[in-house]
């Protein structure tokens, strides 16, 4: 009988001290994100669409402000924060927009804002390839969606806090990107957002 009480007792404490564990490793792991990216105002990040679209490669440039370059395969899509202009070369054509709104689940919108619209819900480790990473859940502090985004789960390699991966819950589809490489604060100025179409390319001025 006293033994069966001290295996319970023991399992107790060892369940406790595995939640405290991890709450500890959550707020940690927060707390290492806001260090190195709390300050971020620019970014440039070369990345890999996993979902919905797999394998889709990209760089994106982007100022807090809202200024924005999207370079892909087929496009380059470019914002001064009131024009956007979408470039295809192959088809030698640039439509020209108005900025209405964009989608709050772009993935400069995420990385600007998840520090301080987001909270840690909780931690887990997963393989990606053949290494180990954390994977950090954040929820919004609200508790409503924020920008229209459930959820968001940072994903890092074990031991360090640069991002590798991130999720994005956006109602009921899944975003996820890999990340190839993520620079902030680099030094980008307003004339990598402006844009004068080739003079061989059709224009198309839907403004």
Not at 121 to 136: R, S
Not at 162 to 179: F, H, L, P, T, Y
């Given at each position: 009988?006293?033994?069966?009480?001290?295996?319970?007792?023991?399992?107790?404490?060892?369940?406790?001290?595995?939640?405290?564990?991890?709450?500890?490793?959550?707020?940690?792991?927060?707390?290492?994100?806001?260090?190195?990216?709390?300050?971020?105002?620019?970014?440039?990040?070369?990345?890999?669409?996993?979902?919905?679209?797999?394998?889709?490669?990209?760089?994106?440039?982007?100022?807090?402000?809202?200024?924005?370059?999207?370079?892909?395969?087929?496009?380059?899509?470019?914002?001064?924060?009131?024009?956007?202009?979408?470039?295809?070369?192959?088809?030698?054509?640039?439509?020209?927009?108005?900025i209405k709104n964009?989608?709050?689940?772009?993935?400069?919108?995420?990385?600007?804002n998840f520090l301080?619209?987001?909270?840690?819900?909780e931690i887990q480790?997963?393989?990606?390839?053949?290494?180990?990473?954390?994977?950090?859940?954040?929820?919004?502090?609200?508790?409503?969606?924020?920008?229209?985004?459930?959820?968001?789960?940072?994903?890092?390699?074990?031991?360090?806090?640069?991002?590798?991966?991130?999720?994005?819950?956006?109602?009921?589809?899944?975003?996820?990107?890999?990340?190839?490489?993520?620079?902030?604060?680099?030094?980008?100025?307003?004339?990598?957002?402006?844009?004068?179409?080739?003079?061989?390319?059709?224009?198309?001025?839907?403004?």
């Amino acid at each position: 009988m006293l033994n069966n009480m001290m295996v319970v007792l023991l399992s107790l404490v060892l369940l406790c001290s595995t939640e405290l564990l991890s709450q500890d490793s959550k707020n940690d792991l927060f707390a290492q994100l806001r260090k190195r990216y709390g300050n971020m105002n620019s970014l440039e990040v070369k990345f890999i669409g996993v979902e919905p679209i797999s394998g889709m490669k990209g760089t994106l440039k982007a100022m807090r402000s809202g200024k924005y370059m999207l370079e892909l395969s087929d496009r380059k899509i470019i914002s001064d924060g009131h024009t956007i202009w979408n470039f295809q070369p192959s088809r030698k054509n640039v439509t020209i927009n108005a900025i209405k709104n964009r989608p709050s689940n772009s993935l400069d919108i995420v990385l600007f804002n998840f520090l301080y619209n987001y909270q840690p819900k909780e931690i887990q480790e997963y393989t990606i390839g053949n290494t180990v990473h954390h994977g950090l859940e954040l929820i919004p502090k609200n508790g409503k969606s924020v920008l229209g985004i459930k959820s968001l789960t940072m994903y890092v390699k074990k031991g360090s806090s640069e991002i590798k991966r991130i999720s994005a819950m956006d109602g009921n589809q899944k975003q996820v990107w890999e990340v190839e490489s993520l620079t902030i604060n680099g030094g980008l100025k307003d004339a990598h957002f402006t844009f004068t179409p080739p003079k061989d390319a059709e224009i198309i001025d839907m403004r």
